[in-house]
């Protein structure tokens, strides 16, 4: 167990919809990261928050969305959803940058 | 943008021989390099690391090396295991201008029994 939560595990919802994903960091843990992990792909960053601030972002569509809240848990929301969106997307914390990263199990969503 | 390569995409080595997987990195303020190992179905992994001040580390059958000048690193696996069958990730961090862990796109390692 690494210690991270996401919520939750499975979605499945139709095209044009919104849903929220939330992750829990490891206790401790600063920083929050997301990462999108499509079938059989590589892990595409998304956007960090490191104490309630958004620290890099990467190849994040403009209909995400991400924060990170006093408690240090995040939410990810993706709106006006597409099929294309459909994947993996795993939280992962760590103590500080330049530290190892603790993954959650992820949230598998599909777009139907 | 930051860039991440990895090679070999798919490879496949019988038990007991060794595996080598290599990244090589564009963002020279990369100064950390940690190897991430996804068994299928579960969440990556750390498996080793290592920062921009070494050359090598290793731990029991898994090293990795790092050529900062060529911006090169390599895990190597020895005495490789049906178990060690899984995608394994190199990654490249800095701690400067923006705090981002960009992934290579993987390794499919299959270890024939």
């Known amino acids: ?112 | 943008g930051e860039n991440v390569e990895q090679h070999p995409s798919t490879l496949s080595v019988q038990e007991g021989d060794s595996a080598v997987i290599k990244c090589t990195y564009s963002d020279s303020a990369s100064n950390y390099f940690p190897w991430y190992k996804q068994e299928l179905g579960k969440r990556p992994q750390l498996i080793i690391d290592i920062r921009s001040n070494v050359g090598e580390k290793k731990d029991q059958r898994i090293a990795v090396t790092l050529n900062k000048t060529a911006k090169h690193f390599s895990l190597h696996i020895t005495e490789t295991q049906p178990e060690d069958s899984a995608v394994y990730f190199c990654a490249a961090s800095r701690n400067t201008g923006g705090f981002k862990t960009i992934f290579g796109a993987g390794t499919r390692l299959f270890v024939k029994a």
Not at chain 1, 37 to 53: H, V
Not at chain 1, 83 to 112: I, K, M, Q, W
């Open chain 1, 1 to 112: 167990d690494s210690g991270v939560t996401q919520t939750p595990k499975h979605l499945i919802t139709a095209t044009g919809q919104r849903v929220t994903l939330r992750c829990s960091p490891r206790s401790g843990d600063l920083s929050v990261y997301w990462y999108q992990q499509s079938l059989d792909q590589g892990l595409q960053f998304l956007i960090q928050y490191y104490n309630g601030e958004e620290r890099a972002k990467g190849n994040i569509l403009e209909r995400f969305s991400a924060q990170q809240f006093p408690d240090l848990h995040s939410e990810l929301n993706l709106s006006s959803l597409e099929l294309g969106d459909s994947a993996l997307y795993f939280c992962a914390s760590s103590v500080e940058a330049n530290s190892p990263l603790h993954f959650g199990n992820g949230t598998r969503l599909t777009v139907t």
